[in-house]
Antibody, heavy 119, light 107 residues
């Protein structure tokens, strides 16, 4: 079964760090581009970052310099390292396979992991 | 960066009504546009990709159109289960920006 499973969320104090994981099954992460998308409580979807199959990464301005995405091909797992966390980073974080040129066949989203930044 | 502007931000319509949501890109994105439906507490569900291709399993009352900068999602006959928030997303290149969302309710 093709799926993504996020883990690593939780309650963290402002200024702290957290690493989210996104484990893939049924397909190879490194052959696809994978997005991180977040949704603050009661708010809309916000694209956070992407890692392309070639390894290049891009970030939303709101997280640039604080968040880093990486992957471990041996574990077929993606990571989102989040540093200098702020209250406004509180959100459900989803990993999602990019549609690219394979369109709907590539549609996979995880169930999400909740990050709460609060003292 | 390309901005994605959705309108309206919310709408209320009767069961059976035809509903149209628009999404405008600040620069051309060809047809790299997807539409998602999100019900409360649920993961976004892909409805349309490549601007007008219906995702497998999605009811045919949903349709998408457009290319370049102007896109639309139409529900031909609104059903109670269509109550949700709808988002457009560009996916031609990073940043893969979402529109602000359109909340659809039943009148």
């Amino acid at each position: 079964e093709v799926q993504l499973v996020e883990t690593g969320g939780g309650l963290i104090q402002p200024g702290g760090s957290l690493r989210l994981s996104c484990a893939a099954s049924g397909f190879t992460l490194s052959g696809n581009y994978i997005n991180w998308v977040r949704q603050a409580p009661g708010k809309g979807l916000e694209w956070v970052s992407v890692i392309y199959s070639g390894g290049s990464t891009f970030y939303a301005d709101s997280v640039k310099g604080r968040f880093t995405v990486s992957r471990d091909s041996s574990k077929n797992t993606l990571y989102l390292q989040m540093n200098s966390l702020r209250a406004e980073d509180t959100a459900m974080y989803y990993c999602a396979r990019g549609l690219g040129d394979c369109g709907g066949d590539c549609y996979v989203w995880g169930q999400g992991t909740m990050v709460t930044v609060s003292s | 960066d390309i901005q994605m502007t959705q309108s309206p931000s919310s709408l209320s319509a009767s069961v059976g009504d035809r509903v149209t949501i628009t999404c405008r890109a600040s620069q051309g994105i060809s047809n790299y546009l997807a539409w998602y439906q999100q019900r409360p507490g649920k993961v976004p569900k892909l409805l349309i990709y490549a601007a007008s291709t219906l995702q497998s399993g999605v009811p045919s009352r949903f349709s998408g159109s457009g290319s370049g900068t102007d896109f639309s999602l139409t529900i031909s006959s609104l059903q109670p289960e269509d109550v949700a928030t709808y988002y457009c997303q560009k996916y031609n290149s990073a940043p893969l920006t979402f529109g602000g969302g359109t909340k659809v309710e039943i009148k």
